[in-house]
């Protein structure tokens, strides 16, 4: 077994804010990233997946196709977005690195052809990042 | 003479958008860059400054206080922000990569201690930047 | 369960010297590294720590409480400092990667809120790091 | 237990082509990595070898003898080189990351002194890479 | 007047060799390098443009349109290619980084709408980079 | 003419302490570099040099003679060195950024075989750099 990992990136804008707490409350625990104008990031997407190598082409899976997958399924509905606005999955649930891996996962499962997903790891700054390995 | 140049960070959100033209017109030009809910980024800053060699301390510039004056002047400003909405010289003018290069030059013209301004650098992304180094 | 890794910086001097070897071993195992004048990196740190996502926050953990800890437990002690010779754990213990790997790591246990130290990350240049993830 | 990763790098030639598909198959399939008159890469390796840390030395391994274990066994036989017509490996096994990830383990095993060989990664560009962990 | 920037990259296979010289005197000058069967390298290129911020846009240039020239005039010419063998102008001309920057300047000369080219920058590695501007 | 430029590293402890000041008034103005045991960098030189494209060659100057330049007359002096301590230089001149970049140029100047040095950049880390042209 062999793990392959292929980086994208996307630009998107967000912001920290729960709507069950008082805008103290928000302003409090979220600091700057309570700001409701939003801001935003060039968050680095690296998705691993797992499989054996094709005999024939030496592929644990087709970059190409990887790619494309990456790009329709992730990129395309979160590049130049506004992750509370725009993006589903973060109407109400607020979009941490942590809760971006989390759906970034769950928008790939599934989806790679010819191997399984084994990590997806979301860097919203050089410094930053979340893993999520899905559940157990 | 000797240049020093010292890089500072900010995550904050803009979108691109003409009000003279027509919606159909800024999507042309500005492709997903005109969505209004904007979309963001980790802006890099490297200002650069020339002068003499203080032959007592060993520097052109205190980095201490050119720290302290990129902080108050332009990242206080900015991180965090929305462009377009909270920044004042954004109003009315574009925040492309150009446009935030000159401004910051504006907003650091005559504040480094002891030394000129000579270059406004600010990366987008890793694979855009502008440099800006003044009016002649 | 997810992981979340925040990276910090220190810059640092040290030399590597076994007191029980004579000077000629010292220098014929640890070469250029057994100048006692010291010589010096910039390292990079990555603390990960594992939790499940607080439905609330959307964190793991809050990074700016994180941020804090590090900052405390670690930058304020080695940054800008000769580790062997200002450092208390390094008296007697050779500062090697690996050692300031497992150094960190017990500085940190039981002081991140809310969730578990998993790997304690340092790269001692871009191309040298050591990992730990305690002990079993 | 300590891992301790240590980096190399090699630039060398490569192209992709299973000679029992026809010109056609391979071109559908490889793209424009079927040129068979090779493009190349700057690879980028990440060796990880586990152990305990030595108390003489702080040391899991040697460092300079791991750069030259690297150098002597992987470095050597493919930096400047054309993968497919000048190592051995590859005449009959397409040179992709994953391919060489498992090549590089495969030299050096068993040649880490006093280590285990736990990780061998290969980047062929910064947003492609392989991990290898050996056979289970 | 602002400069700005872009980055592109392209993967390619190159080797040295004088034709005018004996196959040792090629080996004394290019070492490694005189492989015939080539070796790679991913290649950055960062072509920066100077001009006047237009009101309208705030663009010295649209970079959807320079990223465009870039791939059209450079990296479709040079991206997965051996320089040596499939580029015109390496047929008498030794692509070293020297070569490759002035031969990426007179691909884009005068193809930039609306700007000046001002530099091109080709990195071989991240160690190694040479610049151009032009003949005076 | 072209201008093509070589990155080297070299780690080095330094302190910033000025004799004819108080002990106070150095840690004022040198806050946490004044620790006279010494700190430490990964510092990054990058060295320009101009020159015309030699026909035979394809070279500006032989990249490795500049490498075994770099290598002879300042990374054995520096790497792995307390500048203070054991470089001649900086014996009564604070090796700063800037100190240090005039120090490297002076070293290099004359130096390099058939080329003009046209520029000294040394990083002390990723965010502090300076550069120097040498005298007008």
């Not at 928000?26 to 309570?34: E, I, L, S, T």
């Not at 109400?92 to 996962?105: D, L, Y």
């Not at 930053?128 to 157990?136: L, Q």
């Amino acid at each position: 077994m062999i793990l392959l990992t292929r980086r994208a990136e996307f630009s998107a804008s967000h912001y920290y804010w729960n709507e069950a707490w008082s805008d103290e409350e928000n302003r409090r625990v979220f600091g700057k990233c309570a700001n409701k104008n939003g801001h935003g990031h060039n968050y680095t997407l690296e998705v691993t997946v797992a499989g054996e190598v094709d005999a024939a082409t030496g592929f644990v899976v087709d970059l190409k196709k990887l790619k494309d997958v990456l790009e329709q399924e992730v990129v395309q509905a979160y590049d130049h977005r506004h992750l509370n606005k725009e993006v589903p999955e973060f109407r109400n649930t607020i979009p941490t690195t942590e809760n971006i891996a989390i759906a970034v996962w769950r928008r790939l499962e599934g989806k790679v052809p010819g191997a399984k997903l084994h990590r997806v790891r979301v860097y919203e700054m050089s410094d930053i990042f979340a893993d999520y390995y899905g559940e157990p």
